[in-house]
């Protein structure tokens, strides 16, 4: 069964830049959760979607993020205008919805690099 | 002050070392503690849960959770060079919300 499947792996753009990552969760995992990790910590939640509704977007600095998960499959996190400060992991993650948060299984991440 | 410190290490052992990785939290409404392994450029990995306080072992692996002193710890008996990695804690109010994680301790294991 493949896992969370996230692209691209690694994207490098210029400051002011818009940028998009894609998230394929695992098949029949209703709930899908977009996390940032920085350098040297652990990650931190943005967003959470139960299928298409976002659930839990209290951390999504809403001024330049938003996210989309259509038909409550695939999502998408997009960021404009990128800063430096946006460098890092992002991570997406999918339960089943009803499962503990504490089974999410993890994609291998997009590292982000904003110059 | 975050609400979930750990150990930063970095920590080197030999092959065969019994590891033991910490972390503290001062929210005592967390109810569920988590442990991820993470190799260096892939997503975090659960290797193990735990509801309240008490132990979990699983093969080579024991979680331990002490509430009262708001401690828990992951025990790697018999550690290999394959357990080189950055062990993360997290915590959580429920068992479907948000978890807190902690910025990760980088174990290496020398053969």
């Known amino acids: 069964e493949a896992g969370v499947v996230q692209s691209p792996r690694y994207k490098i753009i210029e400051k002011k830049q818009p940028v998009a990552f894609w998230c394929n969760p695992i098949?029949?995992?209703?709930?899908l959760y977009w996390y940032r990790q920085n350098l040297g910590q652990g990650p931190e939640l943005l967003i959470r979607?139960?299928?298409?509704?976002?659930?839990?977007d209290s951390q999504l600095p809403k001024d330049r993020f938003s996210a989309e998960r259509l038909k409550g499959v695939d999502s998408t996190l997009k960021i404009q205008p990128a800063e430096l400060g946006d460098s890092a992991v992002y991570l997406c993650?999918?339960?089943?919805?009803?499962?503990?948060?504490?089974?999410?299984?993890f994609g291998q991440g997009t590292r982000l690099t904003v110059v | 002050q975050k609400e979930v410190e750990q150990d930063p290490g970095p920590l080197s052992v030999p092959e065969g070392a019994i590891v033991s990785l910490n972390c503290t939290y001062s929210?005592?409404?967390?109810?569920?503690f988590m442990w991820y392994r993470q190799y260096s450029r892939k997503g975090p990995e659960l290797l193990m849960y735990?509801?309240?306080?008490g132990n979990k072992e699983d093969g080579r692996f024991t979680a331990q959770v002490d509430k009262s002193s708001k401690y828990i710890s992951l025990f790697i008996r018999d550690s290999q060079p394959s357990d080189s990695a950055t062990y993360l804690c997290?915590?959580?109010?429920?068992?479907?919300?948000?978890?807190?994680f902690g910025d990760g301790t980088t174990l290496t294991v020398k053969p």
């Open positions: 993650a999918s339960n089943s919805m009803g499962g503990p948060e504490t089974e999410a299984f």
């Open positions: 098949s029949g995992h209703n709930t």
């Open positions: 979607y139960e299928n298409e509704e976002a659930v839990d």
């Open positions: 929210n005592s409404a967390f109810q569920y």
């Open positions: 735990t509801y309240s306080s």
């Open positions: 997290a915590m959580s109010y429920t068992n479907a919300g948000k978890s807190t």
